[in-house]
């Protein structure tokens, strides 16, 4: 498990350190693909889907998820009823 405090009233930091996850996880399933297309090995295809889904869930404007802390950052008002210990 995972926690995270939040980073205050910095609405721009905030959605940066919540973003960063699933960018660098799309890059990494990106270099997969790549692999896949350079290898034919459909290992490196259903590790670089894997990868999207499970970054493209992760997304999700959900308070726990990195996308509902981008979405907290951007709408102060998500966040008012929601613990950041």
């Given at each position: ?39 034919g ?6 590790l ?38």
């Amino acid at each position: 498990m995972i926690s995270a405090r939040s980073l205050g009233d910095d609405a721009l930091a905030e959605a940066r350190v919540g973003l960063a996850g699933p960018i660098l996880g799309s890059i990494g399933s990106a270099v997969c693909l790549l692999i896949w297309r350079a290898t034919g090995d459909d290992f490196w295809r259903a590790l670089a889907f894997t990868g999207f889904f499970l970054n493209l869930f992760n997304l999700l404007p959900v308070i726990p998820l990195d996308g509902g802390r981008a979405m907290a950052a951007m709408a102060r008002w998500m966040c008012s009823s929601a613990s950041w210990a």
